[in-house]
């Protein structure tokens, strides 16, 4: 069964960086095709996407915040962290890591979400 | 980017009801490959979505038979043949036929 958990702060600045980290079991990011990646939901808005990591370490991200993110992923620990810089009150929402199977390209697993607050 | 575009953004309908929601991509998502790189998720208030839908018409395991979806090139569609009370939520569609993945802006179904 695959679980993801997503953890991080509740509440950062403007300007500050963000740093989510996705904690997952059930599969293995060096099984060749599985990816696992960010989404995120403003309050009552639609789903965007930020950015996806494939087992072979190959990385994907939005073009509109391609300069604001980086993503990694820690094998040994069955992690993935997202970093986002310059917050700003617009990225409010909440965050989602999920994983993919290249050859299905769905997002067939997700976590709970984790609740971001971007305010001074 | 591929813009995908949601009809109704809203639509109340009865138990028992067809329900079809519609999704268009602002240009084809056809692949000679696997069909369409079109998904459909399901998401109740204050949880995270849930895969219905992959590849156009696949339904995931534990999915209701009652949903379907069918469509390619740039228009598809998700059906409830018989909408039920728990099938109360907003629907999206995605497309994953290329990067930057995107999401329509939701389809939320409620119950008359």
């Known amino acids: 069964q695959i679980t993801l958990k997503e953890s991080g702060p509740a509440l950062v600045k403007p300007t500050q960086t963000l740093t989510l980290t996705c904690t997952f079991s059930g599969f293995s990011l060096t099984t060749s095709g599985v990816g696992v990646g960010w989404i995120r939901q403003s309050p009552g808005q639609a789903l965007e996407w930020l950015a996806l990591?494939?087992?072979?370490?190959?990385?994907r991200y939005s073009p509109s915040l391609r300069s604001r993110l980086t993503i990694t992923k820690d094998t040994s620990r069955n992690q993935v962290v997202l970093t986002m810089t310059n917050m700003d009150l617009v990225d409010t929402g909440t965050y989602y890591c999920?994983?993919?199977?290249?050859?299905?390209?769905?997002?067939?697993?997700w976590g709970p979400g984790t609740r971001v607050t971007v305010s001074s | 980017d591929i813009q995908m575009t949601q009809s109704p953004s809203s639509l109340s309908a009865s138990v028992g009801d067809r329900v079809t929601i519609t999704c268009r991509a602002s240009?084809?998502?056809?692949?000679?490959?696997?069909?369409?790189?079109l998904n459909w998720y399901q998401q109740k208030p204050g949880k995270a979505p849930y895969l219905l839908i992959s590849?156009?018409?696949r339904l995931q395991s534990g999915v209701p038979s009652r949903f379907s979806g069918s469509g390619s090139g740039t228009d598809f569609t998700l059906t409830i043949s018989s909408l039920r009370p728990e099938d109360s939520a907003t629907y999206f569609c995605q497309q994953s036929y290329t990067f930057p993945r995107t999401f329509g802006q939701g389809t939320k179904v409620e119950i008359k």
């Open positions: 590849a156009t018409s």
């Open positions: 999920v994983h993919e199977i290249y050859s299905d390209s769905c997002f067939d697993s």
């Open positions: 990591i494939y087992w072979d370490d190959d990385k």
């Open positions: 240009q084809s998502i056809n692949s000679y490959l696997v069909g369409s790189y």
